[in-house]
């Protein structure tokens, strides 16, 4: 799980994209569970919202929690 969130963190649109409908759902979801502060996991978090909107947009249903 380190290695996907550092892969995460870098910027890898390719391994965000990657992720299932699932496995996003829950990344995102201890995201807004834990709020970390730490630069890079917050910005792993911002990549996770991101891409959960994106999916929004070409899906037309959001597949993430909110809160």
Known sequence: MALSVGLVACGSDSAIKGLGDFE???RYGQCLDR?????GK??????LRRECERRKEELGSYI???Y
């Open 64 to 66: 993430c929690r909110k």
């Open 24 to 26: 996003l759902a829950e």
């Open 35 to 39: 709020k970390p502060t730490a630069p």
């Open 42 to 47: 917050a910005q792993a978090c911002e990549n």
